[in-house]
């Protein structure tokens, strides 16, 4: 016995040496990538001359924004991961990825970076536990910055994402989206069978109770109002369920400013809130409008949130 771990100590050893190293090396990532999520959030912000452009200080926010949930998310990761293997890999771990590791992660880079977020109409949330044999509810809301990927945990909701393949290569993101269960789509190319799958998961997930949340608009837009997609409203048709509209309102000057610096001399007080308003539930059917659905959720999400279209803009949709 004796001999045997003489010689299983070094090749464990050797083991643990190279897979710190390849965790180290993939960890700094977490200082590199949010350099990209930086530029795409600029874009956003530099996209229409009615809203101001991300400042060095806001870019710098948004830099640490995304340090901070790569970051959190990463560590939440490697903690799962022993407990992910020992219960047979799975679905072993998806409320504590999601309930735990994303919904605090999501606090901690929301009030480190944002600010305080503001909840109306908390009465309309559906309750957190589905009762047996009734399908989950689906969650629609507008999406206008990376900001609403953080302020939607302040719910207090258990719900799954469906999110596009390639945030999988994010480090931290894509292993904690995968632990929890999150449904992932290839968004180019030939694609018939992710958006198959992306049904196929839904529908299991509303079916067992786990509400989905979902971005209709399929893209991030702030001065802009994009018509909304379809499968949001063909999941919550197909399976008879509620589909609850939120509108998020992200401040103009929300990365610009000098929060939280700013709570050192008493400025945090004056700072403009992120409002998310719920909206009453609207009770899906099979064979109704799904037109008109998409219509009465746009119109109603909408309506709480200001309008930064240009003149031509407004008018090319009315």
Not at 10 to 15: D, L, Y
Not at 298 to 313: A, F, G, H, K
Request: charged share 20%; glycine share 8%; aromatic share 12%.
């Amino acid at each position: 016995m004796d001999a045997v771990m003489e010689t299983l100590r070094p090749i464990a050893a050797a083991i643990f040496y190279y897979l710190s190293r390849a965790i180290l090396a993939y960890s700094s990532l977490i200082l590199i990538f949010p350099l990209a999520a930086v530029y795409q959030e600029w874009k956003i912000w530099a996209s229409s001359p009615t809203i101001p452009n991300l400042s060095l200080l806001g870019c710098i926010k948004v830099y640490v924004f995304n340090v901070i949930w790569m970051g959190f998310t990463f560590a939440g990761s490697l903690v799962l991961l022993p407990k992910w293997i020992l219960c047979g890999f799975g679905s072993s771990v998806e409320t504590e990825a999601h309930c735990t590791v994303e919904r605090m992660g999501a606090r901690l880079c929301t009030s480190s970076c944002v600010g305080p977020v503001v909840i109306r109409g908390e009465e309309y949330l559906p309750p957190d536990d589905t009762p047996p044999g009734q399908p989950a509810p689906v969650y629609v809301a507008n999406h206008s910055s990376q900001i609403d990927v953080g302020v939607v945990y302040y719910l207090f909701r258990r719900f799954k994402w469906i999110a596009k393949q390639s945030v999988m290569y994010l480090p931290g993101v894509g292993q904690i989206m995968a632990l929890s269960g999150h449904v992932l789509i290839k968004r180019t190319g030939k694609n018939k069978g992710s958006i198959s799958n992306l049904y196929t998961k839904s529908n299991e997930a509303i079916q067992s109770g786990c509400p989905m949340f979902l971005f209709p608009q399929g893209t991030r837009r702030l001065a802009q109002r994009m018509p909304f997609k379809d499968g949001a409203f063909n999941i919550a048709i197909d399976n008879e369920t509620q589909i609850v509209p939120i509108s998020i309102d992200v401040p103009l000057g929300v990365f610009n400013d000098w929060y939280p610096l700013s709570l050192l001399w008493g400025g945090g007080g004056n700072k403009d809130h992120v409002v998310m308003t719920v909206h009453k539930p609207i009770q899906c059917k099979k064979g109704m409008d799904k037109a008109k659905l998409k219509q009465e959720c746009y119109d109603i999400i909408y309506s709480v949130l200001p309008d930064y279209r240009t003149e031509e803009e407004k008018k090319r949709s009315s």
